[in-house]
Nanobody, 115 residues
């Protein structure tokens, strides 16, 4: 069983920055990818950014050039640096990790961008 614990959400003004971190623990079978999804009220959950075990990254068009995902394989962590935040970035952000035959989600952390 894999557990994911997220941290770093909160309230920030438009144009501000936040850093989310996800720590994985338990019976982790490598290789595995990690990613961040978000879900705003009334909307479907969407992929924000993902990173493979080899460091290949992928971003949603709406966050490209503003968000940066990174991971530390030795510590089993993934971070999402969010800059130039906009009100439309407000959502619950979920960490995801998945391997060949397993997948796990974090509990979610709220990010609110408002003045």
């Amino acid at each position: 069983q894999v557990q994911l614990v997220e941290s770093g959400g909160g309230l920030v003004q438009p144009g501000g920055s936040l850093r989310l971190t996800c720590a994985a623990s338990g019976s982790i079978l490598s290789p595995y990818a990690m990613g961040w999804y978000r879900q705003a009220p009334g909307k479907e959950r969407e992929l924000v950014a993902g990173v493979t075990s080899r460091g290949r990254t992928d971003y949603a068009h709406s966050v490209k050039d503003r968000f940066t995902i990174s991971r530390d394989n030795a510590k089993n962590t993934a971070s999402l640096q969010m800059n130039s935040l906009k009100p439309e970035d407000t959502a619950v952000y979920y960490c995801n990790a998945h391997g060949y035959d397993w997948e796990q989600w974090g509990q979610g952390t709220q990010v609110t961008v408002s003045s």
